[in-house]
């Protein structure tokens, strides 16, 4: 399954770039994310709890950042294991400033197996894009949680 988007951040690109990878950030913004650590430099582990109807499990993730061209582009990995399937993708994101904001274009593919896969199809077909937008609004909110916080000398 494909799944192409297009997000602009209301930050400039090295903050963003700076604040993209940070496992604070990303498990904040992630839905229904138990846990999410950087194990290594580059690869993360995470746990989220899936619930599409009456189907109900423990998805446990790991991403992997592949390459990276700072500030410019990602590619990314993405292997996940639970009791009703598997879940596999890779993307590519690429940052481009825009009059001090920061256009994110996303491109990925994600396959789904097992017992999650006719649900997960329809949910991600049907609304992959309101469930990519509604994260990237949350990284973008923690982002500038972060920034507030530095300036205030909390951080």
């Not at 494909?2 to 700076?18: A, C, D, M, N, S």
């Not at 940052?95 to 649900?119: R, W």
């Not at 329809?122 to 990284?139: D, M, P, Q, T, Y």
Request: some cysteine; hydrophobic content about 35%; aromatic content about 8%.
């Amino acid at each position: 399954m494909k799944i192409e988007y297009q997000h602009t951040f209301g930050l400039p690109r090295k903050v963003v770039w700076k604040y993209i990878k940070d496992e604070k950030v990303l498990g904040s913004a992630i839905p229904s994310c138990r846990t999410f650590v950087q194990s290594t430099k580059g690869l993360y582990q995470a746990e989220i709890d899936v619930n599409i109807g009456p189907l109900k499990d423990v998805i446990t993730l790991e991403v992997s950042l592949e390459k990276e061209r700072v500030p410019s582009y990602l590619q990314l990995l993405l292997k996940g294991r639970g009791n009703l399937g598997e879940i596999s993708g890779n993307g590519e994101i690429f940052f481009n400033d825009q009059q001090g904001s920061t256009q994110l274009n996303i491109q990925a593919e994600v396959k789904v197996s097992g017992t999650l896969s006719g649900a997960a199809e329809r949910v991600i077909s049907g609304g992959a894009n309101k469930g990519i937008e509604k994260f990237f609004l949350s990284v973008e909110k923690e982002i500038k949680k972060n920034l507030y916080l530095l300036r205030k000398g909390r951080k």
